[in-house]
T-cell receptor, first 112, second 113 residues
């Protein structure tokens, strides 16, 4: 049972445009969500997070939106840069769970 | 030096062999995790530990065992490797206070032939 789903295995975006990565979850207990970025031959690194008490969190070019009623979150990257080309993982957890549940990942390619 | 170090980085082993993957951390985190990454399946939790005396199974623990030798060391063993254990393995650390979630190692690419 995949509790966190990233239904798009890959996404290709032109440099300078907006990249939108999507994530859906099924467990209504999840109250904290994170995005990780992974380059080849490296481990995932933390990018941005959001608590369920918020519906938006920004950090520079990265914004995460949370729609609790739809159990959906999205990561917006504006403007997209070649260095953003990587695999992005969505993850979720809840108070007391003490572990993260990850989605399948989306490979983002930024074209010059 | 990396905060979370995994050894080896790459390993090819034969079916039926025992193999150990090692992880050490300098983050001072109490929690350690082992995940495997497979194409299309993302990161799946194998085992996790909250301190030296605490070991918990994850969603795919069959065929694996772990040892928490010290707060900073957490090793993963495959007692008798099989080809479908070919994957990328990641160790991660975390703490209750870490709002950024986990710190991951660089991974071990394991191939079982």
């Amino acid at each position: 049972d995949q509790q966190v789903k990233q239904n798009s295995p890959s996404l290709s975006v032109q440099e300078g445009r907006i990249s939108i990565l999507n994530c859906d979850y099924t467990n209504s207990m999840f109250d904290y969500f994170l995005w990780y970025k992974k380059y080849p031959a490296e481990g995932p690194t933390f990018l941005i997070s959001i608590s369920s008490i918020k519906d938006k969190n920004e950090d520079g070019r990265f914004t995460v939106f949370l729609n609790k009623s739809a159990k959906h979150l999205s990561l917006h990257i504006v403007p997209s840069q070649p260095g953003d080309s990587a695999v992005y993982f969505c993850a979720a957890t809840f108070q007391g769970a003490q572990k993260l549940v990850f989605g399948q990942g989306t490979r983002l390619t930024i074209n010059p | 030096d990396a905060d979370v170090t995994q050894t080896p980085r790459n390993r090819i082993t034969k079916t039926g062999k025992r193999i150990m993957l090692e992880c050490s951390q300098t983050k001072g985190h109490d929690r350690m995790y082992w995940y495997r990454q497979d194409p299309g399946l993302g990161l799946r939790l194998i085992y996790y530990s909250f301190d030296v005396k605490d070991i918990n199974k994850g969603e795919i623990s069959d065929g694996y065992s772990v040892s928490r030798q010290a707060q900073a060391k957490f090793s993963l063993s495959l007692e008798s490797a099989i080809p479908n254990q070919t994957a990328l393995y990641f160790c991660a650390t975390g703490s209750r206070q870490a709002a950024g979630g986990y710190t991951f190692g660089s991974g071990t690419r394991l191939t079982v032939v």
